[in-house]
């Protein structure tokens, strides 16, 4: 029996945006539209506001005929050609002047993206899958290829097999293209796909890393290298068999994904049939510990990206001890008010391969587990990124099962067969714990078919993030599975003072949005999260003092269970 429940509505406080008409330049006066203002990230109408006239670098979005044109018009040097328009390098007036151009449909900053930084092949089921379930044998991602769009891949000896091309998108000398100075991209490529000769197993051990550097030696790089890397894998899918992007990085959410440049790429990325796995970010908290609610990053905004926030094992196979992390994101989404993130996975502690000398092994030397002369050392880190890199090598292994299942199958098969989180609600854990093993069966039509992890049942929660009305037969990856066990919770969906699921609030005794949850004026990103008292951060603040919703927080109507 289906059951209808219709949330009421409210009007949230909203902080307005501050948006002020700057005066475009006299130059441009002749050739601008009357009235016309191409539309804009929060970052740059905050900078024509303030009229802050440095030269930086934006992304603007016109078509390739028009943009030798813009930048003799305005003066701007044309840097970076991408994907439906290109990185032009401008002051400050010359940018409010393009975004007056008719020719121009947006402008966007060309953010910095940042690294998002375990038992956990056990604990997520990964080790059931690659020993064989009933009816399918043995798995472990098998020519599956993972592009990781990181600091680069050193050739780690349990990696250096599995490295299927080298391509770096950053100017870093030609006799060390590639390699990882930074040390996070080697860490997330061996997560996903080790070998496990030294006992240090990724997810995925028989898949093949495309190593796309985006990222340079301090752990950060610009939006439009990451842009470039993501089309670089679209094109090129079909040699290396690229069916994931792993996206263990961001940039923080300025405009809607429907405008933001990386969102796009993502997208198209996702419309070629290659499964986007993005990190939600490390910022569930203040520097003081107060929780915070609307942290997802960019991409992992995008609907039909699979964003992954992390949970803490506490060291043990076993879930029942598990509990989030306090420094994963929250959704839903700044702007767009999306449902994120889609799923949870280990994240804490996870100890992977270590670049040999890169910043993080040198910085951070009493989390590097040294393994001996010849052999490669490893370093224990945390952080979203991390569980993201473990989704993606559980995306590997049901590809290399059902290589048949498209994007939209592969997260809706991994959100059905999550478990819920004791204590956390769907802004938080979003549909619940990875558990591949759950996962295979349901893509080989073994339906609710009992899964044990850690001597203790692992149920799943049937949650799948989709629109209302979506046509389930059509998204599940197996027609056997009964779609009326399915709670089907809206991309969006309704607040309210409690969101009730039957009797409980959401999975728990808390309440997802209370007035206790706040905005701090400004948020201090950090650049990396490393297990231990410490936490290494940034110094640039990347929030502005508003934050920008919709006149009206107003979700999905309504959310469809069955008994």
Request: one cysteine or more.
């Amino acid at each position: 029996m289906r059951r209808n429940v219709t949330f009421r509505r409210i009007v949230g406080r909203i902080a307005k945006p501050l948006v002020a008409c700057a005066i475009a330049a006299a130059t441009a006066a002749p050739l601008a539209a009357q009235g016309y203002r191409a539309r804009m990230s929060r970052d740059i109408a905050d900078r024509i506001a303030h009229r802050v006239d440095a030269s930086s670098e934006v992304i603007v979005a016109a078509a390739q005929a028009t943009l030798d044109v813009l930048a003799t018009r305005y003066g701007v040097r044309l840097k970076k050609r991408i994907e439906g328009g290109a990185v032009f390098e401008a002051t400050g007036g010359q940018v409010d002047a393009l975004t007056q151009d008719p020719a121009v449909a947006h402008v966007a900053g060309n953010s910095t993206v940042f690294r998002m930084m375990a038992v956990t092949t056990q604990a997520t089921g990964a080790d059931q899958v690659w020993s064989g379930l009933d009816h399918l044998p043995g798995v472990t991602g098998r020519n599956v290829g993972v592009a990781v769009i990181d600091s680069g891949v050193f050739p780690h000896p349990a990696l250096r097999d599995r490295i299927a091309v080298s391509v770096d998108f950053t100017d870093s000398p030609a006799n060390v293209k590639g390699r990882d100075a930074y040390g996070h991209g080697t860490h997330v490529a061996g997560i996903i796909a080790e070998s496990g000769a030294d006992g240090y197993s990724g997810m995925a051990p028989g898949a093949w890393i495309v190593n796309l550097k985006a990222l340079g030696d301090d752990g950060s790089g610009k939006t439009g290298d990451v842009i470039t890397a993501i089309d670089w894998a679209i094109q090129n899918r079909r040699q290396y068999n690229i069916r994931i992007i792993n996206l263990s990085l961001g940039h923080p959410i300025f405009e809607s994904y429907l405008d933001d440049p990386l969102c796009q790429a993502a997208q198209r990325a996702v419309d070629a049939g290659i499964l986007v796995v993005a990190a939600a970010g490390n910022f569930g908290k203040t520097t003081d510990g107060r929780p915070v609610v609307a942290g997802i990053i960019a991409p992992g905004n995008t609907p039909s990206v699979l964003t992954v926030g992390a949970i803490n094992t506490r060291g043990t196979v076993a879930r029942s001890d598990d509990v989030m992390t306090t420094y994963s994101s929250r959704g839903p989404t700044a702007v767009d008010g999306v449902l994120k993130p889609d799923l949870v996975a280990p994240g804490n502690r996870i100890v992977a391969a270590s670049a040999a000398n890169s910043l993080l092994s040198t910085t951070y030397p009493d989390r590097v587990v040294v393994n001996g002369p010849g052999k490669g050392d490893y370093i224990e880190l945390s952080g979203t990124s991390m569980s993201t890199a473990v989704v993606s090598g559980a995306a590997a292994l049901v590809l290399e099962a059902r290589p048949q299942l498209t994007p939209a199958q592969v997260k809706a098969a991994l959100q059905l067969t999550s478990s819920r989180v004791p204590g956390a609600g769907l802004i938080e854990a979003g549909a619940g714990s990875l558990n591949v093993a759950a996962t295979l069966d349901l893509a080989i039509g073994q339906i609710n078919k009992p899964v044990s992890i850690g001597g203790e049942p692992a149920s799943a929660a049937h949650i799948l993030f989709a629109p209302v009305g979506t046509d389930l037969p059509s998204l599940l990856p197996t027609a056997a599975f009964n779609a009326a066990n399915t709670i089907v919770v809206g991309n969006t969906i309704v607040w309210s003072d409690t969101i009730v699921w039957s009797d409980t609030i959401v999975w728990s005794d808390t309440i997802v949005w209370s007035d206790t949850i706040v905005w701090s004026d400004t948020i201090v990103w950090s650049d990396a999260l490393i297990a231990g008292p410490t936490i290494a951060s940034c110094d640039t603040i990347v929030w502005s003092d508003t934050i920008v919703w919709s006149d009206t927080i107003v979700w999905s109507d309504t959310i469809v269970w069955s008994d």
